[in-house]
């Protein structure tokens, strides 16, 4: 499978990258959900990634094409810990496999290039795919945050997963 994880550029914004982030359908359960984004914001979310050594931006490429975003935020050098996001895109591409890899491909890269050994994810208790994807990887929940969001006019618990490198 030709997949490729590349440190996004505020060059590498792109039309379909605009049109992610302002679907509902794409971004449901994720900070972006329900927001309407600028141009100007997204590439200056990208800018700021981009030179901010705490946060690193990845485009996911799948067949030289961009279809997602995997963001590893919160580094902390000392402790060796980071918080894992993500979303697929390209709705055509979901279910065959490629954030599984990317994640597990993105934990190894940190892992030689920053001596990173703890990767955290908070992720919706409503959200089925996500928490499955992170099981099937071997995280594992360390907590929930009960009621912690607001989320379609309720409040949900959000749960932390957490995968520990050796
Ligand atoms: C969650 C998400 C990233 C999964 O990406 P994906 O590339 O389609 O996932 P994969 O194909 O790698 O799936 C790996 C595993 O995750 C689980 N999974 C993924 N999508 C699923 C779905 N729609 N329903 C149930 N399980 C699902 C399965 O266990 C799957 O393994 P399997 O196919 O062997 O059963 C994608 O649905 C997405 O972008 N969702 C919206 C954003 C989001 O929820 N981000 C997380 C916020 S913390």
Same mark, same amino acid.
């Given at each position: 499978m030709n997949i490729k994880l590349k440190e996004l550029k505020?060059?590498? $914004?792109s039309t379909d990258y605009f049109q992610w982030i302002n679907n509902n359908k794409v971004m449901?359960?994720?900070? $972006?959900?329900?927001k309407k984004t600028t141009r100007k914001n997204i590439i200056n979310y990208i800018k700021s990634n981009y030179t901010d050594k705490h946060n690193y931006l990845f485009g996911i490429y799948y067949q030289n094409k961009h279809i997602g975003n995997i963001k590893a935020g919160n580094i902390n050098y000392n402790h060796k810990t980071c918080e894992l996001s993500y979303f697929l895109g390209d709705l055509e591409n979901r279910r065959k496999g490629i954030m599984y890899k990317s994640i597990i491909r993105l934990i190894d890269q940190l892992h030689k290039?920053?001596?990173?050994?703890k990767f955290t994810a908070y992720t919706y208790a409503i959200n089925k795919p996500s928490i499955k994807l992170l099981t099937k990887i071997g995280f594992k929940i360390e907590g929930r945050l009960k009621r912690h969001h607001n989320y379609n006019g309720k409040r949900r618990d959000i749960l932390i997963f957490s995968y520990l490198k050796n």
């Open positions: 505020p060059r590498d $914004f449901q359960f994720t900070s $972006f959900e329900n290039s920053k001596k990173l050994l």
